[in-house]
């Protein structure tokens, strides 16, 4: 089965396309990568993944996976070699775990952590202006605060090698950084955060990583169109 031709369908700017990526190149899987037009979506894609209809999608043989976290997982269990996941139960449970809880930790407003950090705080901030940016922030910082608990004490969540959870959380490591140039606002102090920020410098100094990243100036580009034209959308404002 692991012989069988592998197709991923991407986005270019999307951080859990390149989850997906970086799995398959820590393991050496041979794939083709199919660029997937987002705010267009083609017939394939449609078809492949009817249900959220966003990317990334993995194309292996005849069976069609979807969702980065689902895909990562299954890459892991289907290539053996570099394993992503601990390979004692009680540890791969906790790798499992933490992932589980950077996707969907409840707060006392019951609002998904993640949400808070990647849409309504770190994406929503570079979306929005003045206080509600401020809020954003702060609400991104509290998050981060976990992962600097997490994080402290190793040089990867994986130890040595890049690990899940280095590949769960590594979008913070490039993404996050643009969307603070992009929102002119800081929400990784390294003087606050210096265990995230050593993990983020180790990460994006791994070749693997390091060579599998979108062009940064493009990145910028992007984002500040789109989160121009998020704001604009939103309040009818415009900038």
């Keep these: 089965m692991a012989q069988q031709e592998v197709k991923l369908l991407g986005f270019w700017a999307s951080p859990f396309a390149y989850r997906v990526i970086w799995a398959l190149k820590l393991k050496g899987v041979d794939y083709e990568y199919i660029e997937e037009d987002i705010f267009n ?7 492949l993944n009817p249900l959220h209809k966003r990317v990334p999608v993995l194309i292996h043989g005849h069976r069609v996976i979807c969702e ?7 890459i892991d269990e289907t290539w053996p070699q570099y394993p992503l996941l601990p390979q004692h139960p009680y540890e791969r449970a906790m790798a499992r775990f933490w992932a589980e809880f950077a996707e969907s930790k409840v707060t006392s407003t019951a609002t998904p952590l993640i949400y808070i950090v990647f849409h309504l705080t770190a994406w929503m901030g570079i979306c929005s202006r003045g206080e509600e940016r401020e ?18 004490g190793k040089k990867l969540f994986g130890g040595e090698s890049i690990g899940y ?12 950084p643009i969307w603070e140039e992009v929102g002119c606002m800081q929400m990784i102090d390294p003087i606050k955060f210096p265990a995230t920020s ?12 390091r060579d599998n990243l979108p062009a ?6 992007y984002f500040q169109k789109r989160s ?4 604009e959308s939103r309040t009818g404002l415009r900038v």
């Design 198 to 209: 050593s993990w983020i410098d180790t990460v994006l100094h791994h070749p693997v990583i």
């Design 41 to 47: 979506k083609s017939p394939l894609f449609l078809q």
């Design 165 to 176: 959870l280095d590949i769960c959380l590594g979008w913070i490591s490039y993404w996050l």
């Design 216 to 221: 940064r100036e493009a990145m910028i580009v």
């Design 68 to 74: 980065s976290y689902v895909i990562v997982q299954y």
């Design 135 to 152: 809020r954003a922030a702060k609400l991104a910082m509290e998050a981060i605060e976990k992962i600097e608990e997490l994080v402290k």
């Design 228 to 231: 121009k034209d998020i704001y």
